[in-house]
Structures are given as C-alpha cells and as structure tokens.
C-alpha cells in the first residue's frame, strides 16, 4: 500500500509541475500583451480615429524593429489627412534607411497643395541624398533672395575695372526657385552665386568707362540674367537685381604710376650700367697711358745708344715736359680753404 501511494505521488508531482509552468507562461505571456497593449494602445487609438490603418501588429513590429512608432503613426496621420496614399511599410522603410519622415510627409502635402508634381520616390530620393526635400518645396512656391556674395563668407562686394581702370564694387541679389527634377545631382546656391559674381566681373570689365556702369545699372543685370546661369543648377533664376554700386580706387592710375617707377628704376639701372661702362673704360685707358708712358725711358735709352738722340735734344725735351706741368699747374683753378 505505501508503494502505491508512492507511485502515485511521483506520476502526479511532474504534471503539476508541468500544469504550473504552463499556468506561468500563460501569465506572462498575458501580462506582456497586456503591457504592450497599454503601451501601443493610445497611438493605435489615434491612428484609428483618424482613419489610419496601423495594426497592433505592426506596432509590435516596429517597435521589434527598433523604429520610432510614434513618428511613424504621426507622419501617416498627417498623410491621410492630407488625402495622401502613404503605407506603413513606406515611412518605416525610409525610416529605416535614415530618411527623415516628418519632413518628407510635410513636404509631399505642401507639394500636393500647391500642385506640385512629386512623388514619394522622388522626395525620398531627394531627402536620402542629404537635400532639404521640404525647404525645395518651399522654394517652388515662395522663391527666395540670395545676396550675392554671401556677406558671411566674402568680404560684402564684387570689386571689378571697367576698362577706363575705374574699380566698381557691386552687391547684387539673385531670386531664385527650386527646380525639383533637378534637385538630385544639381548644384547648390553656392554655384549660383559663383556664377553671378563671375558674371558681373565680366560685364563691368567689357564697360568702356565706369560712368556707364552707374548710369545704367540694370544693364549688367539683363546681360548676367542672359548667360542662362541656372544650367545644371537645382534652382532657376527668376531675377537678378544691382543692390548697389560704389566707386571704389583708380586702380589704373595706380597701375600707370607703378608702371612709371618700374620704368624709371629700370631706367636707373640701365645709366648706372652705362656709367660703370665708362668708369671701367677711362680705367683701361689710364693703364695703357701708364704702362706707354713706362716704355718712354727706355726708348730714350735706346735713342741714346744707337746716336738717335743727342744731349742737347734731351735737355729740351725735359724742358718741354717742365713747361707743360707748369702751365696745367696754372690752368688749375686754385682750392677754397
């Protein structure tokens, strides 16, 4: 009998053991949903109020995912009070690949409000390429002014000679609208403001004086604006208008003047060249009077020897030289003391 009890015991101990683990795992498991339920519960709520169709299901999902479902939920909101057709699965793939859904969301409804033609292919495209998708929508719609050049990366002016050597120094302000087909591989505003100021350099150095720059500013405007600046830009120039205009140095004058002294000191240089010359001649031709005059002695030597040369020829000869010294002495004019 106490065997039995024993056998009896060992066969019902594992099923409660087993009753009890699955009692738990059931507990758990409820408690988890429960959990997830109340966390999900108030966005699933909103997204069902608003006519979002965003399951507990894909909530649980995303938050697996490691995606922010409250972003997510909002940005599709947003879509379809917009009367846009946008997915779950879109706003999270974009999320997913680093893409900025809010911003993409706002700029596909301003885009639809203005009739504009964009896609969501498009638009992530344009936000995955590090563009701001939703200021280029903006742009479209409200054009903008950029100050050319940039007063924060210049020093403020485009300084350019017109051909009377007069220096202009210009401010010129371009508007501009973003063109969104060629916003992916497009220059930037950068471009554009390189453009202009090479432009406007261009235009006042062709002016035959700088009077006719300031008489007729607008002229530079209409000859930069017909260059077709904006090609293979992401923005199209609407304007470009002359702020203003000041006269700046004669950079002419100062060129003629330094010009003048360059002359001049080649000119230094080139006498100072020929007077050496001179010094180093006279030089020459004092040591071949020298070295003629040290061959005199000797002559006379030789004179005396073979009977050329008498006495009486040399004493007047040494007379001759004497009378010479004396009266270069005499032409000399005298010293001040």
């Known amino acids: 009998m106490h065997n039995l009890t024993d056998i009896i015991l060992t066969v019902t101990n594992p099923a409660r053991v087993i009753a009890t683990v699955i009692v738990v795992i059931i507990i758990l498991v409820v408690l988890v949903l429960f959990l997830l339920a109340l966390k999900f519960f108030r966005l699933w709520l909103q997204a069902r109020l608003s006519r979002a169709d965003v399951k507990f299901s894909e909530l649980i999902g995303m938050w697996l995912r490691k995606v922010d479902t409250r972003t997510i939920v909002l940005s599709k909101i947003t879509a379809i009070q917009a009367a846009l057709t946008l997915t779950t699965r879109d706003l999270e793939s974009h999320y997913l690949a680093g893409g900025r859904v809010p911003n993409v969301v706002r700029a596909l ?31 479209s719609v409200n054009p903008k002014v950029i100050d050319c050049p940039d007063p924060a990366k210049s020093r403020g002016t485009i300084d350019a000679v017109a051909q009377d050597g007069i220096q202009l120094k210009a401010k010129a302000r371009v508007t ?156 000399k004019p005298k010293k001040k003391e």
């Open 176 to 331: 501009v609208r973003a063109n969104i087909e060629r916003l992916i591989g497009g220059a930037t505003q950068e471009t554009i403001i390189a453009r202009v100021g090479e432009g406007i350099v261009t235009t006042i150095g062709s002016a035959i004086t700088y009077k006719s720059v300031l008489e007729n500013p607008d002229d530079i405007s209409k000859a930069v604006l017909s260059k077709g600046l904006d090609a293979g830009t992401a923005y199209e120039i609407l304007s470009i208008d002359i702020a203003d205009v000041d006269v700046g140095e004669n950079v002419g004058a100062q060129l003629q003047a330094a010009q003048a002294e360059a002359d001049m000191r080649r000119a230094k240089a080139e006498a100072e060249k020929r007077r050496a010359m001179a010094v180093a001649r006279e030089q020459e031709m004092r040591a071949l009077v020298v070295e003629n005059e040290s061959k005199v002695p000797l002559a006379i030597a030789e004179a005396f020897q073979k009977g050329n040369l008498g006495i009486m020829d040399y004493y007047r000869l040494k007379n001759i030289g004497a009378d010479t010294s004396m009266r270069e002495s005499i032409a």
């Open 109 to 139: 409804v301003a885009a639809n409000r203005a009739n504009i033609d964009l896609s969501l292919k498009t638009a992530t495209a344009i936000d995955l390429a590090g563009r701001d998708i939703l200021d280029a929508v903006q742009t």
